[in-house]
T-cell receptor
Framework: GAVVSQHPSWVICKSGTSVKIECRSLDFQATTMFWYRQFPKQSLMLMATSNEGSKATYEQGVEKDKFLINHASLTLSTLTVTSAHPEDSSFYIC?????????????FGDGTRLSIL | KQEVTQIPAALSVPEGENLVLNCSFTDSAIYNLQWFRQDPGKGLTSLLLIQSSQREQTSGRLNASLDKSSGRSTLYIAASQPGDSATYLCAVIAGGFKTIFGAGTRLFVKA
């Protein structure tokens, strides 16, 4: 079945570093992908919608200059956390709707645990 | 603004029990509703997807129902097993594929 691959699964880095997270759809094209953040013992919060070939749409309260999203191809979206600080430490997960159809399941990556020291 | 609520927040049951997890949403204008399982520190595993025109879906010991007009869904787990221990998340998908999650129900099944 359809699979979404997310890399890396775990990142530990120093404050001020920029971190790039990749999300790939492995056997289907994804014109739209979604990025979520999950703090410990909380649910997933949608951060932004990544659109192939156009600018991402950010949810209210999410800094677009802090969380740069690029969706350069039909199978790859990247999230870059720029100048990361300890408060950015979280679990980041991407998803893509199967075949780009709203009546199909959303497929999620395995997530990236980001720890900023 | 769509809000999704899950009750209970946590549940501990002995092995073999049948149990029901509840999900409610405030705006009935949804395309579909999806139930997920999340193990600690892991990503999401899709369990069941119910289209807005459907009433229920079944997969093995799992059955999910949807009453869109009342803004409710339930996930029924039959004959629970210790391996079912996880957090169960309900999510509604609205326009633009926007997915809104509930806070989840943490389930612990005791052997």
């Amino acid at each position: 079945g359809a699979v979404v691959s997310q890399h890396p699964s775990w990142v530990i880095c120093k404050s001020g570093t920029s971190v790039k997270i990749e999300c790939r759809s492995l056997d289907f094209q994804a014109t739209t992908m979604f990025w979520y953040r999950q703090f410990p013992k909380q649910s997933l919060m949608l951060m932004a919608t990544s659109n192939e070939g156009s600018k991402a749409t950010y949810e209210q309260g999410v800094e677009k200059d802090k969380f740069l999203i690029n969706h350069a191809s039909l199978t790859l979206s990247t999230l870059t956390v720029t100048s990361a600080h300890p408060e950015d430490s979280s679990f980041y997960i991407c998803s893509a709707p199967d075949g780009g159809r709203v009546d199909q399941p959303q497929h999620f990556g395995d997530g990236t645990r980001l720890s900023i020291l | 603004k769509q809000e999704v609520t899950q009750i209970p927040a946590a549940l501990s049951v002995p092995e073999g029990e049948n149990l029901v997890l509840n999900c409610s949403f405030t705006d009935s204008a949804i395309y579909n509703l999806q139930w997920f399982r999340q193990d600690p520190g892991k990503g999401l595993t899709s369990l069941l997807l119910i289209q807005s025109s459907q009433r229920e879906q079944t997969s093995g010991r799992l059955n999910a129902s949807l009453d869109k007009s009342s803004g409710r869904s339930t996930l029924y787990i039959a004959a629970s097993q210790p391996g079912d221990s996880a957090t169960y998340l309900c999510a509604v998908i609205a326009g633009g594929f926007k997915t809104i999650f509930g806070a989840g129900t943490r389930l612990f099944v005791k052997a």
